[in-house]
Each structure stands twice: as C-alpha cells, then as structure tokens.
C-alpha cells in the first residue's frame, strides 16, 4: 500500500523560503515519477509546480521557474521542493504525487501541506 507524508509547511513572509518533503513507502519509487502539486483555493483544480523524473529530469511551472527546485533521494525514497522568495501568490495546499505513466491522476497524492506567505 502506497503512502505519502508530507512535511514543512507552515507561514512565511514575502521573500522567505520553505523546504517541503515528501516521504514515500509502500513500493520501489525509483522508476515513478515524483512531483508537486497546489491548490491555491478550494474550487480550483491542483495545478503542477514540479515534477522529477526517475533519471533526475524536472519540469516547471513557468510561475516559479528560478524560485523552486524539486529533487530527489532515491535512496530514501523521499521528494524534497526547495521554495525560495516565496510571494503571497504562492499560498496554497502543496500535494506530492507519485505515479508510473505520465498522468498524475492516475497516482497516489499526499493529504497536503499548507503554505502561506503573508505578511
């Protein structure tokens, strides 16, 4: 059975930084797809901020390209997402997401972790 938890979120000011993890078990994540996900308020859908491939390849949300830096540990099997000057605009539930195929929906998701930059 697949689990994630998640970790470090929490309030910051303009500028600041926060480092999110994401901790996973259940499975050999090597091959998977690992990334985050936000929803900035409850009706919107979660929106992709990163994804890292298995070899260590990532993608970006063009929102926090320069900010934000996903990487792995395939060792520990852990998820990390290095948020740097963080605006007010960033403040949302963050999810980890892993998954084989490409499609984040068809994956397992974190309960979520709160960010807020205020302040």
């Known amino acids: 059975q697949v689990q994630l938890a998640e970790s470090g979120g929490g309030s910051v000011q303009p500028g600041g930084s926060l480092r999110l993890s994401c901790a996973a078990s259940?499975?050999?994540?090597?091959?998977?797809?690992m990334g985050w996900y936000r929803r900035q308020y409850p009706e919107k859908e979660r929106d992709m901020v990163a994804?890292?491939?298995?070899?260590?390849?990532?993608t970006y949300a063009d929102s926090v390209k320069g900010r934000f830096t996903i990487s792995r540990d395939n060792a520990k099997d852990v998820v990390y997402l290095q948020m740097n000057s963080l605006k007010p605009e960033d403040t949302a539930v963050y999810y980890c997401?892993?998954?084989?195929?490409?499609?984040?929906?068809?994956?397992?998701w974190g309960q979520g972790t709160q960010v807020t930059v205020s302040s």
């Open positions: 259940g499975d050999d994540f090597s091959r998977y797809y």
């Open positions: 997401n892993v998954e084989e195929t490409g499609s984040p929906a068809a994956g397992y």
């Open positions: 994804v890292i491939t298995s070899s260590g390849s990532s």
